[in-house]
């Protein structure tokens, strides 16, 4: 089993950054992925960024590219997301999770998930 725990969200205005934390502990080598989504109050989960557990090869949704940074790995033993300029649509629940693929974007390729971080990003 894997256990994924994030932290580091919180209430930020427009324009703020946020560095997003994810530790995994348990069988964490047995994972090869693992990514951030986010899902906002009535929409779909949505995938944000991944990044390879070993090697540190990364994948962005295309409309995250720019503003979202996805680092760490097995060196680390965690991994970040650095989020920039802020939007008041950036508003959601930060999920970290882990998967046996390698950068998937799809939520059912995802088997662990962590609780969540909820992100406010104020106007």
């Known amino acids: 089993q894997v256990q994924l725990v994030e932290s580091g969200g919180g209430l930020v205005q427009a324009g703020g950054s946020l560095r997003l934390s994810c530790a995994p502990s348990g069988a964490i080598n047995s994972v090869s992925t693992v990514a951030w989504f986010r899902q906002a109050p009535g929409k779909e989960r949505e995938f944000v960024a991944a990044?390879?557990?070993?090697?540190?090869?990364?994948r962005y949704a295309d409309s995250m590219k720019g503003r979202f940074t996805i680092s760490g790995g097995s060196g680390e033993n965690t991994v970040n997301l650095q989020i920039n300029i802020l939007k008041p649509e950036d508003t959601a629940t930060y999920y970290c999770a882990g998967s046996n693929g390698i950068v998937p974007v799809s939520v059912v390729s995802y088997r662990y998930w962590g609780q969540g971080t909820q992100v406010t990003v104020s106007s």
């Open positions: 990044i390879t557990w070993f090697g540190g090869s990364t």
